[in-house]
C-alpha cells in the first residue's frame, strides 16, 4: 500500500521559511517522479516543483528562485525548501507520486500542471504566510 505523509506546513510571516518533508511508504521514491503540487481556497491545484528519478528538477514560475525540491533517496523522502514566503504562496500543499520515467517526469508536469497524471497523493499541509 502506498502512502506519501507531509509534514512542516504552519504559519510564518512573509520573508520567512518553511521545509516541506514527505514521507513515502511502499513506493521507492528513487526509481520514481515526486511532485509537489498546491490549492489555495477557491482556486485550482497548480504544480509547484517535480524531480525526477535522476534527480533532476523542475520549478514553476512562481517560485523559481525561492522554493527549492530535493530528495533524499536514503530516507525515502523529498522536500520542499521553501524560503522568501509571500502571502499568495498559502495554500495546501501535497506531495504527489508517479511512474513516470526521464524526461516524461518533467514533461508531464508542465503540460499538465494540475497534476492529472500522478497516481499517488497525500493528505496535504497547510502553510500559511501572513503580511
Known sequence: QVQLVESGGGSVQAGGSLRLSCAAS??????NCMGWFRQAPGREREGVAVIDSAGSTYHADSVKGRFTMSKDNAKNTVYLQMNSLKPEDTAVYYCAADAARPPLCTVYFQQYPRGIVFDYWGQGTQVN???
Do not use: N, P
Not at 511502499?26 to 526509481?31: D, F, L, P, W
Open 129 to 131: 504566510v501572513s503580511s
Open 26 to 31: 511502499g513506493y521507492t521514491i528513487s526509481r
